[in-house]
Nanobody, 124 residues
Framework: QVQLVESGGGLVQAGGSLRLSCAASGRTFSTYVMGWFRQAPGKEREFVAAITWNGGSTYYADSVKGRFTISRDNAKNTVYLQMNSLKPEATAVYSC?????????????????WGQGTHVIVSS
């Protein structure tokens, strides 16, 4: 069982930056693939980024490539999402997710554990 708690959301102007954190409970965090997803009002949840269990590989949605960076610190049981050059369309609830194993996943269905989410609002 893994519990995930996101933090770092808030209000930022377009062009600004935010760093989201996702703290995980348990001693097996390093065995989990981690992902970030977002859900804007009235829209479906969409994949943002994922990182393999050892941080060796990262994957991004085309819409955030070059601006967002996912990373993890297994010693701190934490995964991060650095978001730069934010655009108003990035406004959403951002959630982290975990799945035990290797590889990476862009589909929410394949993740077993989810955090409650943190709100990000980008003003124009």
């Amino acid at each position: 069982q893994v519990q995930l708690v996101e933090s770092g959301g808030g209000l930022v102007q377009a062009g600004g930056s935010l760093r989201l954190s996702c703290a995980a409970s348990g001693r097996t965090f390093s065995t989990y693939v981690m992902g970030w997803f977002r859900q804007a009002p009235g829209k479906e949840r969409e994949f943002v980024a994922a990182i393999t269990w050892n941080g060796g590989s990262t994957y991004y949605a085309d819409s955030v490539k070059g601006r967002f960076t996912i990373s993890r610190d297994n010693a701190k049981n934490t995964v991060y999402l650095q978001m730069n050059s934010l655009k108003p369309e990035a406004t959403a609830v951002y959630s982290c997710a975990a799945r035990r194993g290797s590889g990476y996943y862009t589909v929410p269905l394949f993740y077993d554990y989810w955090g409650q989410g943190t709100h990000v609002i980008v003003s124009s």
